[in-house]
């Protein structure tokens, strides 16, 4: 018996240590597991990017000389960004704004820009360099439906062809601001585009996100007006309006919107070359009360005997409050119903205050009252139109395409 005893305890440390080894090793195979999925999604979100370059040259003699590569890489892209800053001035100061072009700058080229010298251009690559081309225009009468055999024609609708694509998912770029410092690059603009080469030196990781780069600076005294569509929102809101006078045209892009150093919001910069009016909206004014009031509405039927047409007749009236200390520029837009049917008549009534524009900015039917508001002073905006249609016939206004 103690000769099995001491032999089961024989066997029991050598279990023991089996046991001790086999957790050692899974302890350290998940170790190299983690190690292997970190080196797989670095290797994922940096892929090798190798390129080969083979250059063959003859000389006669013995000669220094200096090579220079140039090749293009993709997924390599910058957004032009803007900060808009509005001084709205004061009774001894004239308003100004602050415009700061800045380019947000995105590289996934799979390699690392390390100290390098930077430029920016308006040249758009991605759209080629020939315009598309049409092809001829066909107006002819609509082809019957050719016949199927009815399993064919089942098959047609219950079966969805496999080869059809898939709905492609929307997709959304997420753009993270880091700071930089402040540079602003010297612009080289030729008859055909713009170049900005930003001072000194960057470093952009590959798949870092976005960083911004200071391009120009520009202080600009604009014009101030409250604009207003009562008609879909009563909120005065203030605007800015200035003409571009840079040789570089503005481009698309975000902008960040402050007054008197208060964010107020973000915005889009529409392109404007050079003596192009440029707009962008500061926010609400909330001293400016805005209230449009319907003062009339008639529906009827016209005819001296028989009744030959219907009428819808309409009127109302807005209100401007200006709470500033100040006279402030304010113009109030608003819509007169456009008809492109001979049978459906629309008129402007003479009780209409005569508006300072019609078909703003080649709107058909947009008009705008611009007119500026003294200190305290309370003005009237009145607005009435008719429309007569056949009595046979039902309209409906709908909003232009």
Same mark, same amino acid.
């Given at each position: 018996?103690?000769?099995? #005893?001491?032999?089961?305890?024989?066997?029991?440390?050598?279990?023991?240590? =089996?046991?001790?080894?086999?957790?050692?090793?899974?302890?350290? $195979?998940?170790?190299?597991?983690?190690?292997?999925?970190?080196?797989?999604?670095?290797? =994922?979100?940096?892929?090798?990017?190798?390129?080969?370059?083979?250059?063959?040259? !003859?000389?006669?003699?013995?000669?220094?000389?200096? /090579? *220079?590569?140039?090749?293009?890489?993709?997924?390599?892209?910058?957004?032009?960004?803007?900060?808009?800053?509005?001084?709205?001035?004061?009774?001894?100061?004239?308003?100004?704004?602050?415009?700061?072009? #800045?380019?947000?700058?995105?590289?996934?080229?799979?390699?690392?820009?390390?100290?390098?010298?930077?430029?920016?251009?308006?040249?758009?690559?991605?759209?080629?360099?020939?315009? @598309?081309?049409?092809?001829?225009?066909?107006?002819?009468?609509?082809?019957?439906?050719?016949? /199927?055999?009815?399993?064919?024609?089942?098959?047609?609708?219950?079966?969805?062809?496999?080869?059809?694509?898939?709905?492609?998912? @929307?997709?959304?770029?997420?753009?993270?601001?880091?700071?930089?410092?402040?540079?602003?690059?010297?612009?080289?603009?030729?008859?055909?585009?713009?170049?900005?080469?930003?001072?000194?030196?960057?470093?952009?990781?590959?798949?870092?996100?976005?960083?911004? /780069?200071?391009?120009?600076? !520009?202080?600009?005294?604009?014009?101030?007006?409250?604009?207003?569509?009562?008609?879909?929102?009563?909120?005065?809101?203030?605007?800015?309006?200035?003409?571009?006078?840079?040789?570089?045209?503005? /481009?698309?892009?975000?902008?960040?919107?402050?007054?008197?150093?208060?964010?107020?919001?973000?915005?889009?910069?529409?392109? =404007? =070359?050079?003596?192009?009016?440029?707009?962008?909206?500061?926010?609400?004014?909330?001293?400016?009360?805005?209230?449009?009031?319907?003062?009339?509405?008639?529906?009827?039927? !016209?005819?001296?005997?028989?009744?030959?047409?219907?009428?819808?007749?309409?009127?109302?009236?807005?209100?401007? *409050?200006?709470?500033? +200390?100040?006279?402030?520029?304010?113009?109030? $837009?608003? $819509?007169?119903?456009?008809?492109?049917?001979?049978?459906?008549? %629309?008129?402007?009534?003479?009780?209409?205050?005569?508006?300072?524009?019609?078909?703003?900015?080649?709107?058909?039917? %947009?008009?705008?009252?611009?007119?500026?508001?003294?200190?305290?002073?309370?003005? +009237?905006?009145?607005?009435?139109? *008719?429309?007569?249609?056949?009595?046979?016939?039902?309209?409906?206004?709908?909003?232009?395409?």
């Amino acid at each position: 018996m103690s000769e099995w #005893r001491a032999a089961f305890s024989a066997v029991g440390d050598e279990v023991a240590t =089996a046991d001790n080894a086999i957790r050692d090793a899974t302890r350290k $195979q998940r170790d190299i597991d983690r190690e292997i999925a970190r080196l797989e999604a670095d290797r =994922a979100a940096k892929p090798p990017s190798k390129l080969e370059v083979r250059i063959e040259l !003859a000389s006669v003699a013995a000669t220094r000389a200096t /090579l *220079r590569v140039t090749y293009a890489v993709r997924n390599a892209r910058w957004m032009p960004i803007y900060d808009a800053r509005l001084d709205t001035g004061a009774k001894d100061r004239k308003p100004a704004i602050e415009l700061v072009r #800045r380019a947000e700058i995105t590289q996934s080229t799979g390699e690392d820009w390390s100290n390098v010298a930077l430029a920016v251009s308006t040249v758009r690559v991605a759209r080629g360099g020939n315009a @598309p081309d049409l092809n001829s225009l066909i107006v002819r009468y609509p082809q019957p439906p050719r016949p /199927l055999a009815a399993g064919r024609a089942f098959d047609s609708v219950q079966q969805p062809s496999a080869l059809m694509p898939a709905p492609a998912a @929307p997709s959304m770029e997420q753009h993270l601001f880091k700071k930089a410092e402040e540079q602003e690059a010297a612009a080289e603009v030729s008859a055909f585009q713009a170049s900005f080469k930003i001072p000194g030196r960057v470093s952009i990781a590959a798949n870092e996100g976005a960083k911004s /780069l200071r391009i120009a600076t !520009a202080t600009i005294t604009p014009d101030l007006a409250v604009r207003a569509v009562p008609v879909l929102d009563p909120t005065a809101f203030l605007e800015a309006s200035f003409v571009q006078a840079d040789d570089a045209p503005l /481009l698309p892009g975000q902008v960040s919107i402050y007054r008197d150093g208060i964010f107020v919001g973000r915005s889009r910069m529409a392109t =404007a =070359a050079k003596d192009e009016t440029v707009r962008l909206g500061f926010g609400a004014d909330d001293k400016v009360k805005i209230e449009r009031a319907v003062v009339k509405r008639n529906e009827g039927s !016209a005819g001296l005997i028989v009744t030959t047409s219907k009428t819808d007749e309409r009127a109302f009236k807005t209100t401007v *409050r200006n709470g500033h +200390d100040f006279p402030i520029k304010v113009a109030i $837009q608003d $819509q007169l119903p456009v008809s492109e049917n001979d049978d459906i008549v %629309v008129e402007m009534l003479p009780s209409s205050t005569p508006a300072t524009t019609t078909n703003l900015r080649d709107r058909r039917g %947009v008009l705008e009252w611009a007119f500026e508001a003294k200190a305290g002073e309370v003005r +009237d905006v009145n607005f009435a139109w *008719r429309m007569r249609w056949p009595k046979d016939k039902g309209v409906v206004m709908v909003p232009a395409g």
